[in-house]
């Protein structure tokens, strides 16, 4: 078989009767047996390149009855893709051969006659590959079509009408109409659309709500080309508002409100598009609009709230997706500031008839009940299913965000109506009181404070504190102990208790059902600070609620899983002998946590700070050591065969152990049984995360054990020389970028800690294999980190780095002092991180100050060259740079800086001033590469803001924050951390100034006006 389709792949379609080997093969691609599915899925592939393929595919679509339903769908569909990447050469998708025209018109004239079949599966696919010609042959090549199928809906053949309406909905919808298309096919088709919905009692409800859909689609295609709405439309538009009102006063299709979710659609795309053209008929409509939200809530309560399952139909165009466009109107008026106005004297029955739709519907509850991660999604902002409860939550929020004082106001009449009791006569009376609450809880989340008269406190003690309560209902409990997080600024702390305790017992108790506990969790993480300051009882309250929490962190599963373990990382601080007393089980727990989910960034960084917290306690930090050497040497020593994300995150947890420790606070395991084994996997590891996770653990290392790193061996080898083994390995240029990240840092680390216990062939050694990594390096951090390595060398001895730079030899003869100087002059403005930009600074005017002339020798990269006449974003990409000596260019660094320094400080300088009016700031600021809203300036090329992103994450700034600098011993201690730039710098240009007059003068002169205007500040 496979040698049949092999050798009919070749001219085949052109034989009398290609039919029979093409039907073949299509029915082979559907076979369950691969070895006969993939070989005619290739024998499809080669028959696609051959002219005739879509002319065989349209007959057996269009002609043969002989043949299943299934192939002539299969054969429309394989039409379809075969227009997209053959049709013509013009297309994204465009694979050779091109169709010929004689084959081209030939499927062009057949297609059509398959919008009448019986099966509406064929037609379907039929329209799709109408439409998808259309999109390149309409109305040049294929003037007749739009005219066909308008004229088609007038036919006493139903299936041709049904096909042709389709076949206009595909063409006005998706990616097949275009601005090109747009004007012809609104003169063409609108009378035509307008008089069948006008007409509608004579149309089928398919065709109606297809017609609507295409009226929807041209109107959005109407927004997009103009401001204004066309004037074909605008002339009557007053008689389309008219029309579109009565569509959606029409009944429903047997539960499809398709029409009228088009329709109400086309109206909230002409307020949101075409404002100021509908503001006139605002009334009319919003009046429309109240009327049918208000009618359809009972039929909304009743088939949605209250009934056990509900769904949309196929379309997901029911009920529901009715009344959500309805709100959507009201959120457009809200959006606008020249029609929001009208929502104002309807605030108070607008809040009562949004916390109808708020309500739980019976779905929901029994769904959030069996599925807690569906619970925490829904009640996330960020990941929520679209909902009327939803959408009306939307815009409680957006309305208190509107109209401030008002909408409190109003929720303050609405509250006091808040249903008390009522559980005997409505089982559902709860809905509403949760409803309040939650709206309150929205309002409070705003920065806007309630107003003066809005009694809260009335609130928490007459509702909240009776709903958080064992016996209420479930999620009017959970709902209570999730408003008490947004009330943490307004209650007193025996409020707080209340609700502390309540959440406690949730938390503690088994039975309690999980929308309860989460709620629990969030009261608890958000009130740790209350019970932090109650010293007295803080021992206690934790000792009950952790093990609550583990419990829960251990049945915990995907979105619950975040919470609690932010639960338990906002709980361990609180109390150091009420977390000593349960220290084994949380370890336990959050090891545990750690093996299954190591995967998960987020996870693992919660699951690190929790053990950071341990290891800060004195009375926890042996314990808390001794208790993890034993699974991560169990983990170190499986590698390779133990996956590496596991030994990564492994590492990573480790580092973070060890990072506040001296080296008689740490385990002497970390050392003797963990160095070994961290050092073994990074010498022989290709992994670039462990490289990278592998540098700022032993930084860690050099920092904590210092010289006792010459003194611990394994046979023959020191540990320090094991470090610099693998500093040898990432520094070597074909080593991938990735993996250097860390590297200079680490280099920096070992010079600094270790610099004058080492040989000086060492430091050679050292400073030759970082300037030849540098060599290749493209990211910005790593230059910055490579570049520090020798900022560092010079803070410490000036002189001595000089001369090691100016004894090595670079390829292709460089000179290693000029080749530094230029990367660094070149790349300081990226540098990031307070400190080192000050480091950065400070080592640049040691190297301005200094009196060596092989300083004065070197030039380095200037200006860049000014164009004339407008410039481009070309002329930043290719941009050329003026040469300059290095002292003046660090002059200019060093000016920059106090710019910048000056700037946060003061407010931003108004540029229309007329003192700026007299410079031309373009030309000015165009040599200073600071960043720009589109995009920045890196070594003299334009990078586009949207590149900035991968740009990041590939140089480091994202994806590895291992190395936290604020929190390196090293340089908290350092003196040049505490000291303030800005004075320092202005006490090197005054004492330059006065010790050398005519020298400042000489760099004065050769500074732009902006520089110099600044420096006379």
């Known amino acids: 078989y496979q040698r049949r389709v092999r050798g009919s792949a070749l001219g085949s379609l052109s034989m009398e009767n290609p039919h029979s080997i093409l039907l073949k093969v299509m029915s082979n691609t559907m076979h369950a047996d691969s070895n006969i599915r993939e070989p005619a899925t290739t024998a499809l592939a080669n028959f696609s390149l051959q002219q005739g393929y879509g002319t065989a595919l349209a007959d057996i679509l269009v002609n043969r009855e002989d043949v299943s339903l299934d192939l002539r769908q299969l054969a429309g569909v394989l039409l379809k893709q075969y227009i997209k990447q053959h049709w013509t050469a013009g297309s994204n998708d465009f694979l050779e051969p091109e169709v010929d025209q004689q084959n081209k018109n030939h499927i062009k004239q057949i297609l059509p006659k398959c919008l009448n079949h019986s099966s509406s599966k064929l037609r379907t696919a039929a329209a799709m590959a109408i439409s998808s010609i ?20 007038e036919s006493k053949d139903q299936n041709l009408v049904n096909g042709c309406v389709v076949c206009l909905d595909m063409f006005a919808a998706g990616d097949n109409l275009t601005d090109q298309h747009f004007e012809q096919f609104l003169k063409i088709a609108y009378p035509g659309i307008i008089r069948v919905l006008t007409n509608h009692q004579n149309y089928p409800p398919l065709v109606i709500s297809k017609i609507m859909a295409v009226t929807f689609n041209l109107i959005k295609w109407a927004a997009i080309v103009d401001t204004k709405p066309p004037e074909l439309i605008a002339n009557s538009l007053s008689a389309l508002f008219k029309l579109l009102l009565s569509l959606m006063q029409l009944p429903d299709n047997n539960g499809d409100y398709e029409l009228q979710v088009y329709a109400a659609q086309t109206i909230v795309t002409f307020f949101n598009s075409f404002t100021s053209a509908s503001k006139p008929f605002l009334s009319e409509i919003m009046d429309f609009v109240w009327a ?19 769904a949309d139909d196929d379309n997901g165009l029911g009920l529901e997706a009715f009344i959500l466009v309805l709100l959507e109107f009201i959120h ?19 809040f009562c008839l949004l916390f109808n739709y708020m309500q739980m519907t019976a779905e929901q509850i029994d769904t959030w009940l069996k599925d807690p991660n569906k619970y925490v999604a829904d009640e996330d902002d960020d990941t929520y299913t679209y909902t009327a409860r939803v959408k009306s939550s939307e815009l409680v929020r957006d309305l208190f965000s509107d109209f401030g004082i008002e909408a409190w106001n109003a929720l303050g009449q609405v509250l ?9 006569s409505n089982p559902s009376w709860w809905k509403m009181r949760e409803v309040c609450t939650r709206a309150l809880g929205i309002a409070l989340e705003l920065e806007d404070r309630p107003p003066k008269n809005f009694d809260l406190h009335s609130y928490i003690t007459n509702v909240l504190l009776t709903d958080i309560q064992p016996s209420a209902v479930v999620f009017l409990r959970a709902r209570a102990l999730w408003c008490s997080v947004k009330l943490v600024p307004y209650m007193d702390k025996k409020e707080a208790m209340h609700f502390l305790s309540q959440a406690d017992s949730a938390i503690s108790d088994p039975d309690i059902p999980f929308p309860i506990k989460i709620s629990a969790c969030r009261t608890i993480h958000s009130m740790a600070s209350y019970m932090k300051e109650m010293k007295d009882v803080a021992p206690s309250m934790t000792k009950r609620m952790i093990p609550g929490v583990l419990k829960l962190l251990a049945e915990s599963t995907e979105d619950t899983l975040h919470l609690s373990i932010d639960t338990l990382l906002a709980l361990v601080p609180v109390s150091e002998e009420g977390t000593y007393s349960l220290l084994i089980p949380i370890i336990e727990n959050v090891l545990s946590i750690w093996a299954k989910y190591y995967k998960d960034t ?13 290891s800060s306690f004195p009375s926890c930090r042996e314990k808390t050591q001794e208790r993890l050497v034993g699974p991560f040497f169990n983990i170190l020593a499986r590698y390779p065969d133990q996956l590496p994300g ?40 290709s992994d670039h995360e462990i490289l990278q996770t592998g540098s700022t653990v032993l930084m860690t290392y050099v920092r904590i054990y210092g010289n006792n790193l010459l003194k611990w061996r394994e046979g023959n080898a020191s540990g320090l020389d094991l470090v610099l083994q693998f500093v040898a390995k990432i520094l070597s240029p074909t080593q991938v970028e990735p993996s250097v990240i860390g590297a200079g840092l680490l280099v920096s680390k070992i010079i600094t800690k270790l610099g004058s216990d080492i040989s000086p062939e060492t430091i050679v050694a050292l400073s030759q294999a970082t300037l030849l990594r540098l060599v290749t390096a493209e990211s910005s951090s790593v230059i910055q980190q490579l570049v520090f390595v020798f900022i560092r060398m010079f803070l410490t001895n000036l002189e001595t780095s000089l001369q090691i730079l100016s004894s090595i030899q670079l390829p292709d003869n460089k000179n290693a002092l000029e080749f530094l100087f230029q990367k660094w002059t070149k790349h300081h403005t990226e540098f990031f991180g ?28 200037g200006e860049p060259v000014k164009h004339k006449g407008v410039k481009t974003r070309q002329d930043n990409e290719q941009a050329t740079f003026t040469r300059e000596p290095l002292k003046l260019k660090i002059f200019k660094l060093i000016l920059r800086e106090h710019q910048l320094k000056i700037e946060e400080i003061e407010a931003p300088a108004d540029l229309d001033s007329e003192e700026e009016d007299d410079l031309d700031f373009d030309d000015e600021m165009s040599s200073i590469p600071i960043s720009l809203s589109e995009g920045f300036m890196e070594g003299g090329k334009f990078i586009e803001a949207e590149k900035l992103d991968q740009r990041l994450v590939f ?27 800005k004075l320092l710098l202005e006490e090197f240009f005054t004492t330059f100034l006065k010790s050398n007059p005519s020298a400042f003068g000489h760099f004065f002169n050769q500074l732009s006006q902006f520089e110099q205007k600044h420096i006379q500040k």
């Open 602 to 614: 987020l996870i693992v960084g919660g699951l690190k700070e929790i053990i950071e917290v341990l």
């Open 292 to 310: 049918k939200l208000t009618q359809l809530f009972p039929l909304f309560s009743k088939n949605v709230i209250e009934a056990s399952t509900y």
């Open 834 to 861: 307070d400190y080192c930009i000050k480091l950065s600074i400070v080592a640049l005017s040691k190297v301005f100050l200094c009196q060596d002339t092989r300083l004065d020798k070197i030039e380095v990269e």
């Open 955 to 981: 140089s480091g700034l994202e994806g590895h924050d291992d190395y936290d600098e604020d929190s390196d011993p090293d340089v908290i201690n350092d003196p040049l951390n505490s000291v303030n730039l």
């Open 416 to 424: 006091k109506l808040t249903p008390s009791s009522g559980k005997d």
């Open 646 to 685: 596991i030994t990564q995150t492994c590492i990573e947890i480790l580092n973070s152990v060890m990072s506040p420790c001296s080296v008689d606070k740490l385990n002497s395991d970390f050392i003797n049984k963990l160095f070994p084994k961290i050092i073994q996997i990074l010498l022989h590891t």
């Open 332 to 350: 457009t008026i809200l959006s606008k500031s020249a029609l929001r106005i009208v929502l104002k004297p309807l605030l108070l029955n607008l």
């Open 134 to 153: 259309a999109h390149w042959d309409w109305p040049g090549s294929w003037s007749g079509l739009l005219e066909f199928l308008l004229e088609a809906l």
